[in-house]
């Protein structure tokens, strides 16, 4: 099996700690264990990685730009720290309701990272820790991955994503889904 060219990763719940009243500061986002490492493992493979992430918290006016942008410096400055690269960084600002074309679990936000990054669908990994992960990345004609670290109940969300894709794979965290996929591939 071949590794895909991009890896495409959620943000919260799978390079960071989760929280049910969302990153609002820098000082609230905390690296998962191994997750940055994982990330500077990609790119040592020549594997091109973008970030797709819902940020409503942005259009609900619980943060700032400004803010939004310093939390994702620091995120940048530890994933660097590592050896890491991202490629593309793709987020939705928009609530549910907002109608938008780009909130998982539409396929916007992974579109529009394949583009940037000048792959097809079927080069690309999406690993997620939410059902619309899962969703965004069958309705984009992307392979999905789970991670297990996110919020929520874990094996209700497993479920769910087999009901889209039946053999989807299920991991801890971000750490042990690219160990498993640089030595198998996908």
Same mark, same amino acid.
């Given at each position: 099996?071949?590794?895909?060219?991009?890896?495409?990763?959620?943000?919260? &719940?799978?390079?960071?700690?989760?929280? /049910?009243?969302?990153?609002?500061?820098? =000082?609230?986002?905390?690296?998962?264990?191994?997750? %940055?490492?994982?990330? &500077?493992?990609?790119?040592?493979? &020549?594997?091109?990685?973008?970030?797709?992430?819902?940020?409503? @918290?942005?259009?609900?006016?619980?943060?700032? =730009? *400004?803010?939004?942008?310093?939390?994702? #410096?620091?995120?940048?400055?530890?994933?660097? *720290?590592?050896?890491?690269?991202?490629?593309?960084? #793709?987020?939705?600002?928009?609530?549910?309701?907002?109608?938008? *074309?780009?909130?998982?679990?539409?396929? @916007?936000? +992974?579109? =529009?990272?394949?583009? #940037?990054? @000048?792959?097809?669908?079927? =080069?690309?990994?999406?690993?997620?820790?939410?059902?619309?992960?899962?969703?965004?990345?069958?309705?984009?004609?992307?392979?999905?991955?789970?991670?297990?670290? &996110?919020?929520?109940?874990?094996?209700?969300?497993?479920?769910?994503?087999?009901? %889209?894709?039946?053999?989807?794979?299920?991991? /801890?965290?971000?750490?042990?889904?690219?160990?498993? +996929?640089?030595?198998? @591939?996908?």
């Amino acid at each position: 099996m071949n590794l895909p060219k991009a890896v495409l990763l959620d943000r919260d &719940g799978v390079i960071n700690f989760d929280s /049910p009243d969302y990153i609002l500061a820098p =000082e609230q986002w905390k690296p998962i264990p191994g997750s %940055l490492e994982a990330i &500077g493992k990609l790119t040592a493979a &020549g594997i091109s990685v973008a970030i797709c992430s819902n940020q409503s @918290g942005l259009g609900r006016g619980m943060m700032d =730009e *400004e803010t939004f942008r310093n939390i994702h #410096a620091k995120m940048m400055l530890a994933i660097e *720290e590592q050896h890491g690269e991202i490629a593309h960084v #793709a987020y939705c600002p928009h609530g549910p309701d907002d109608a938008c *074309e780009c909130r998982k679990p539409l396929p @916007g936000l +992974l579109q =529009e990272s394949l583009q #940037a990054l @000048g792959v097809s669908a079927d =080069e690309a990994l999406m690993i997620g820790d939410s059902t619309r992960d899962v969703q965004a990345a069958h309705a984009a004609g992307v392979a999905a991955w789970l991670v297990q670290c &996110g919020y929520g109940d874990a094996d209700k969300i497993l479920a769910k994503s087999q009901t %889209l894709m039946p053999d989807i794979p299920a991991y /801890p965290d971000l750490a042990a889904a690219i160990d498993a +996929l640089l030595s198998k @591939g996908i």
